[in-house]
């Protein structure tokens, strides 16, 4: 069974920095793909940041871009993000996508920007 | 960028009934690949989004058959046969096809019962 397991959210003051955590199980994870999406409260979706499977490949949405680092290990089957110099707006559910066809996505993580 | 626009965003249904959401693209979803990196999803109220549908109209694993996709080009459209109550929830569609883009995902529609 695929899990994503997302984990490092929290109450964070504007400006500060966290960093998010996704544990992947079930599936060969280096052979994957991986993407972040983030969710405000009552609102849409939107797309964060891609990371091919060797991490040869990043993208990052330009609302992000110079503030936000994705990374994995596929040693230790975990994807990460770097969240620095946070403001009011990136407060939201973060959730870990395996794939570029979104098949499995993770609980979320809620980041709290507000001082 | 690609914007995706669904109507409705609001979908009253009364159980055992038909409904049908749209999707429309501002720009061709086919990718030079020749596939069209077009998915439906479905958010559950408090639970994280859930793949329906992707490449338009395969439906993944798990997915009941009263689920349908179907489109072509910049239009694009997701049939739930006969409604039932776990059918409640948002229902986005969203672009894979611009890359390095990201996804793009349409305003959401959700359904709910009459």
């Known amino acids: 069974e695929v899990q994503l397991v997302e984990s490092g959210g929290g109450l964070v003051q504007p400006g500060g920095s966290l960093r998010l955590s996704c544990a992947a199980s079930?599936?060969?994870?280096?052979?994957?793909?991986m993407n972040w999406v983030r969710q405000a409260p009552g609102k849409g979706l939107e797309w964060v940041s891609y990371?091919?499977?060797?991490?040869?490949?990043?993208y990052y949405a330009d609302s992000v871009k110079g503030r936000f680092t994705i990374s994995r290990d596929n040693a230790k089957n975990s994807l990460y993000l770097q969240v620095n110099s946070l403001r009011d707006e990136d407060t939201a559910v973060y959730y870990c996508?395996?794939?570029?066809?979104?098949?499995?996505w993770g609980q979320g993580t809620l980041v709290t920007v507000s001082s | 960028d690609i914007v995706m626009t669904q109507t409705p965003l609001s979908s009253p249904v009364t159980l055992g009934q038909p409904a049908s959401i749209s999707c429309r693209s501002s720009?061709?979803?086919?990718?030079?690949?020749?596939?069209?990196?077009l998915s439906w999803l479905q958010q559950r109220p408090g639970q994280p989004p859930r793949l329906l549908i992707y490449?338009?109209?395969n439906r993944f694993s798990g997915v009941p058959d009263r689920f349908s996709g179907s489109g072509a080009g910049t239009d694009f459209t997701l049939k739930i046969s006969r409604v039932e109550a776990e059918d409640v929830g948002v229902y986005y569609c969203?672009?894979?096809?611009?890359?390095?883009?990201?996804?793009?995902f349409g305003q959401g529609t959700k359904l709910e019962i009459k």
């Open positions: 990371i091919s499977s060797r991490s040869s490949t990043i």
């Open positions: 969203m672009q894979g096809t611009q890359f390095p883009h990201g996804y793009t």
């Open positions: 490449k338009i109209s």
């Open positions: 720009q061709s979803l086919v990718h030079s690949d020749g596939n069209t990196y």
């Open positions: 079930g599936f060969t994870f280096s052979d994957y793909s």
């Open positions: 996508v395996k794939g570029w066809d979104p098949d499995y």
